[in-house]
């Protein structure tokens, strides 16, 4: 078992960065490929980034990509995403979510742990 808390979301202005967190507990943090989705109203979750176990290996959405940087500190049990140039479209909630694979997935249904997700909401 794997218990995911994120944090870090708020009010932000177009232009505007925040950086959430997701804390992981229960298990070695470190088994798992982590991965970022968002679900905006009446849309269905999307994907957002993933990252390998070691960190070595990203990926991205395209609507995020060079905007939005996914990282992680295995010694903290945390996992990060910068967000960066923030457009109102990026208006969601966003999840984090554990996969017990070396591989990352862009795939929802590929992940096993869901945090309760945090709330970002960007302004025009």
């Known amino acids: 078992q794997v218990q995911l808390v994120e944090s870090g979301g708020g009010l932000v202005q177009a232009g505007g960065s925040l950086r959430l967190s997701c804390a992981a507990s229960?298990?070695?943090?470190?088994?798992?490929?982590m991965g970022w989705f968002r679900q905006a109203p009446g849309k269905e979750r999307e994907f957002v980034a993933a990252i390998t176990r070691g960190g070595s290996t990203t990926s991205y959405a395209d609507s995020v990509k060079g905007r939005f940087t996914i990282s992680r500190d295995n010694a903290k049990n945390t996992v990060y995403l910068q967000m960066n140039s923030l457009k109102p479209e990026d208006t969601a909630v966003y999840y984090c979510?554990?996969?017990?694979?070396?591989?990352?997935?862009?795939?929802?249904?590929?992940?096993?742990?869901w945090g309760q997700g945090t709330q970002v909401t960007v302004s025009s």
């Open positions: 229960g298990h070695t943090f470190s088994s798992y490929a």
């Open positions: 979510a554990a996969r017990g694979s070396a591989a990352l997935s862009t795939h929802n249904s590929a992940y096993t742990y």
